[in-house]
C-alpha cells in the first residue's frame, strides 16, 4: 500500500510532463517557432541555465540552437537575440514590432503600467517624447547640463582630496555625484555628500541594485505571482523602491507650491506644466502617478548606472597603469591642470575617448538588455513570434563579437582605435542598447563619463593596494546588470602647476 502511495503521485507527474512535452513539441510544428531546448513544466529551461551566469549560459545555448532561439524562463517563453546582425534586424529594422517592453517582474510589478522604462503603447510614447525633449532643452536659456556636471566634478574633486591618499573605497562618492547631477536636473536642487537624507536615499538605490542578482530576486523573476505572497527579500525590494517614490512625491509637493508655470526650473516644474495645460483632458497622460514613476525612474537610472560604471572605470584603469599613464598624458597635453575638462575637449582626445568606449564594452554594464516584447504576432526570419512573446537582446554577444573586436575578453582600447590613432566607430558599440528603446539617458551618462573621468584623473593618480595583476575586475555576479566588485585605493595628488614645457 505505501508502495503504491509513492508511485501513483510519481506516474502522475510523468504523465503531466508527456503531455506538456506533446503540446510543446505540436506547437511549434503548427506556429514554427524558433528552435529552442525542450522546457520542463512550471521551471521551463531553467536547468539549461547558470543562474550565476546567465548571459554566459545564453551564449552557449545560441552555439546549439543559433543567433535565433527561444528559452523558457518559468512559465514564460523568451526570444533569444544573439549577435549584431540579429539584434539590429529587430530593434531596427523591425522596431516598430520589438518596441514593446517584455516584464522584468521585480521591477515591472511595481510600476504599474507607469513611467518609462516599463511602459508601452501611447503612453510610453509620449513619457518618452517629453522627457527627451526636457532632458534635451534643460535649462530653458538658463544654466546647461555641461555646466551643472563640471561643478559636480570639481565637488567631487574636493572630497577626495579630504581622503589625503589614505586608502578609500570610492563606491559612495561616486554615487553621490551622479545623483547630484539627475537632482539639479529633476529638481534643481543638490545636496552635501553627508547629508542625512542624502545618505539615506544612497542606501536605497545600492542595495537594490546590490540584490537585483541575488538568486532570490531571480526566483521572484521566474514566479512573481506565487513567490509575491511570500516572505522574503523581494518585500524589502519592494519598501525600498517606494521609499524612493515617496522621496519623489515630497519633492513634487514643494515644487506645486512654488511653481511659476510661465518660468519652469527643472523636470518637475516642466512636468506640472505639462499637467496644467492639459487638466480638461480626461484621457491626458500627464498626471501625478506618471510624474512620480518617470520621476523615480530617471532619479535611480540616472544614478546607479554611470556610478557603477565610474567604478569599473577606475578599477580597469589601476589594472592597467599604462593604460592610466597615457590618458595623463593626453589630458595634460590638451587641457592642463588647470582649466576644468569641457565637452570641446573630446575631440582633440582620441585615447581617452577610445578607453571610455573600451571600458563600456568590455564591463558589459546590461548584458542582456532590458526585455523587449512583440506588439503583434510577426514573422522574423523563417520563423514566426507571437504577439506578446518576450524578447531579449543579448548585448554582450554584440560587444564581444570576435570578428569586430579581436581577443574581445582582453581590455584593449585599441579595439576602438584605427591605424592613425584616431577614434574608429563601429555599429557594434551598443552599451546603451539600440532602436527606439534605447536608454534615454544616454547622451547624459556620455557627458558625465567623460567629464567625471578626466577631472578625477587630471588631479589624481590612481593607486591601487595590491599589485596591478592582482586585482578583480569580474562583476560580483552577472545578470541583468553587473555590479563592479568593492575595492579601495590611493588618490594620489598630482602638481596643479605642471607644463609640459617646464617639465
Known amino acids: 500500500m505505501e508502495l503504491l502511495e509513492i ?33 520542463l513544466p512550471i521551471i521551463g529551461n531553467l536547468m539549461h541555465l547558470n543562474l550565476k551566469n546567465i548571459p554566459a549560459s545564453l551564449s552557449k545555448l545560441a552555439q546549439e540552437y543559433g543567433p535565433v532561439y527561444m528559452v523558457y524562463v518559468g512559465p514564460r517563453p523568451t526570444v533569444v537575440l544573439h549577435g549584431y546582425e540579429a539584434v539590429k534586424e529587430a530593434l531596427i529594422d523591425q522596431g516598430d514590432i520589438f518596441l514593446g517592453r517584455g516584464p522584468f517582474p521585480i521591477i515591472s510589478d511595481d510600476q504599474d503600467g507607469h ?67 539627475i ?37 521572484y523573476n521566474l514566479w512573481p505571482k506565487f513567490i509575491k505572497h511570500l516572505p522574503g527579500k523581494h518585500r524589502s525590494f519592494f519598501k525600498r523602491n517606494v521609499a ?27 512636468f506640472l506644466t505639462k499637467m496644467e495645460q492639459e487638466k480638461h483632458n480626461p484621457m491626458s497622460d500627464f498626471h ?71 571600458i563600456q564594452r568590455y564591463i558589459k554594464l546590461f548584458p542582456c538588455s532590458v526585455p523587449h516584447a512583440v506588439i503583434r504576432d510577426t514573422k522574423f526570419r523563417q520563423y514566426v513570434i507571437p ?9 554582450s554577444s554584440v560587444l564581444d563579437d570576435c570578428k569586430e573586436f579581436p581577443n574581445p575578453e582582453k581590455f584593449d582600447p585599441g579595439h576602438f582605435l584605427d591605424e592613425n590613432g584616431r577614434l574608429r566607430k563601429t555599429n557594434h558599440f551598443v552599451p546603451f542598447s539600440l532602436g527606439k528603446r ?7 551618462a556620455r557627458m558625465e563619463l ?28 552577472p545578470g541583468l546588470f553587473n555590479i563592479p566588485p568593492p575595492f579601495k585605493l590611493c588618490f594620489i595628488p598630482r602638481q596643479k602647476n605642471f607644463s609640459l614645457l617646464t617639465s
Not at 124 to 142: A, C, D, H, I, Y
Not at 183 to 212: A, G, P, V
Not at 387 to 395: F, I, M, N, Q, S
Not at 458 to 464: A, E, H
Open 7 to 39: 508511485i501513483m503521485p510519481v506516474l502522475a507527474i510523468c504523465v503531466i510532463c508527456l503531455v506538456f512535452l506533446l503540446g510543446w513539441k505540436e506547437s511549434r510544428k503548427g506556429e514554427r517557432l524558433p528552435p529552442g531546448p525542450s522546457p
Open 115 to 181: 513611467g518609462i522604462l516599463f511602459n508601452n503603447g501611447e503612453t510610453w510614447k509620449e513619457m518618452r517624447r517629453f522627457s527627451l525633449v526636457t532632458l534635451r532643452n534643460f535649462g530653458m536659456g538658463k544654466r546647461s547640463i555641461e555646466e551643472r556636471v563640471q561643478e559636480e566634478a570639481q565637488c567631487l574633486v574636493e572630497e577626495l582630496r579630504r581622503t589625503e591618499a589614505q586608502p578609500f573605497d570610492p563606491s559612495f562618492i561616486l554615487s553621490s555625484a551622479t545623483c547630484n547631477v
Open 183 to 219: 537632482c539639479s536636473i529633476l529638481f534643481k536642487e543638490r545636496f552635501q555628500y553627508r547629508d542625512e537624507k542624502f545618505l539615506f536615499l544612497m542606501d536605497l538605490i545600492n542595495t537594490n541594485f546590490r540584490e537585483i542578482n541575488t538568486p532570490w530576486i531571480q526566483i
Open 244 to 270: 524612493i517614490k515617496h522621496f519623489i512625491l515630497q519633492k513634487v509637493k514643494e515644487h506645486q507650491e512654488s511653481l511659476d508655470h510661465s518660468n519652469p526650473q527643472d523636470y518637475i516644474d516642466c
Open 288 to 358: 501625478l502617478e506618471n510624474l512620480v514613476f518617470c520621476g523615480s525612474n530617471l532619479f535611480v537610472g540616472g544614478t546607479e548606472t554611470t556610478s557603477s560604471t565610474l567604478r569599473f572605470s577606475i578599477l580597469l584603469l589601476m589594472k592597467h597603469p599604462e593604460v592610466q599613464a597615457k590618458v595623463h598624458e593626453e589630458i595634460d597635453r590638451v587641457i592642463g591642470r588647470s582649466q576644468s575638462p569641457s565637452m570641446t575637449d573630446k575631440t582633440k582626445m582620441p585615447y581617452t575617448e577610445a578607453v571610455l568606449h573600451e
Open 387 to 395: 504577439k506578446g512573446t518576450t524578447v531579449l537582446p543579448l548585448l
Open 438 to 444: 534605447i536608454c534615454i539617458g544616454e547622451g547624459l
Open 450 to 477: 567623460f567629464l567625471f573621468l578626466t577631472t578625477i584623473l587630471q588631479n589624481f593618480s590612481l593607486k591601487p593596494l595590491v599589485e596591478p595583476k592582482e586585482l578583480q575586475t569580474q562583476p560580483v555576479v
